[in-house]
């Protein structure tokens, strides 16, 4: 263990520092398509019961009109983001028919972009907004790669341990600066590690055809109609999904909150040429996208975390962290696990909670593009090849097995899950770290291991086994109905949400161009 960790650890055992992690804020996001009885893509709109998508607080769409977004309140109670996932999947399979819940994170059969139905928000200039955002990812990058679901996992320090952090530190800046920079030391080392989450959580090995229909790749068939790579952890996290090459170029820096907004910025306000070939508007005066930019908005940027800070009606993110520091970090290397009723379970938030801990408290150098290099090799190598556990990484150039380095971090953090159960009481932390150590013992173990040996086990296509766990969460919510009491409240708060939006659509008092002037100014 390095020193500066192990002093971080120790200055945290020997103060109070278990009274104030109690106070850790999670919240959880996650996506689920909509898809019809027969596993296509569901092409009914969202449907009015789950309320407005663009002003319900917990039940929305992300890319597509038929990819729901669940969003939980942040919570210091452990169990309650889980609790509040299930209730809205509870309610949500009262109002929504015959259709299903995708269970995966790469999609089911989808034959061609137009297949796809972008996400609406109504008529509203902010609703417009985000519509047309998504028909520029659209034109930039395809369709279908917009219905790939994941889990996005939100955390966050109570003050009451940024202040007892500081004062550990020796460190005399304004408080919200510290918690800023601490912050990016934490998505420093995320990026550097990232590959560890993405062995042990990774649950999309294998694939429909029809998802890279017409596109180059080098994925073998074995199933019928399904792609797979033997040793794949998450073919989510390639550059077949979200590490699309499309981004490749841009130098985003974590090195600070200014780089960081600066960097940002710069790809949001400089011209791309192959965007500027697509035309902002078409010859009807439609528009394609929301300008001819690297980036349209921030949001563009698919990383695997983000810093952030709760925005203001009509507030761009970079502003917002501008002007008030980092507030939480939003981590989304995670894939739904199939096996999960809501796609994730109470073993691996509080792993997420050890992880985010140890990419905080162990050291952090300035990343250079050296550094962001081997990151993405390393992260494409156990994408790929991540359940041979002899596969080579490169550890600051030094190579190492997965598994030698893999055990190394776990080790490092069996203080931390101390220290946590301390807090909590009982020994659930130091067990979740024991499971994953498990799965770097035994690789099929891992969610990806589970699937591809039920592929090969019962000789079935992924299709299939999708569907056949689909219809098995399906009859798990169906069988247990939200209260009365607790159904009557889901249902107020779709109505509200309803006329929220309304409001929202009579309120605008500028033409829309104009909106987008005023949003995009500094």
Known sequence: MTDLLSQRIQALLDSDAASTLVGIRRGIEKESLRISTDGNLAQTGHPEALGSALTHPYITTDYSEALLEFITPASSDLHSPLEFLDQLHRYTYRHIGDELLWVNSMPCRVKEDSEVPVARYGSSNVGRMKHIYRIGLGHRYGRKMQTIAGIHYNFSFPESFWQLHQAQEGSEEPLQDFISRRYFDLTRNFQRYSWLLVYLFGASPALCASFLAGREHHLLERFDHSLYRPHATSLRMSDLGYQNNAQSSLAISYNNLDEYVETLTHAIKTPEPAYDAIGVLDAKGDYQQLNANILQIENEYYSSIRPKRTINKGERPTLALKRRGVEYIEIRALDLNPFEP????????????????????RTSPQLESCDLNASKDNLR??????????????????????KQWALEKLDQMVPIAELFDRCHGGNNYCDALKRQRLKVEEPDATPSGQIMDKLESRDQTFFQFAMNQALAHRDHFRSRPLDADREAQLATLA????????????????DFESYLETYFKD
Not at 495 to 510: I, N, P
């Open 342 to 361: 809501v796609g994730i379970n109470q073993q691996e938030i509080r792993f997420l909670d050890l992880f985010a801990t140890y990419c905080l408290l």
């Open 381 to 402: 190598q156990v994408v790929y090849n991540g359940r041979d556990t002899s596969v080579a990484l490169n550890n600051w150039g030094e190579s190492v097995t997965l």
């Open 495 to 510: 109505r509200h949400s309803l006329t929220e939006q309304a409001a929202w659509e009579a309120a605008d008092d500028m």
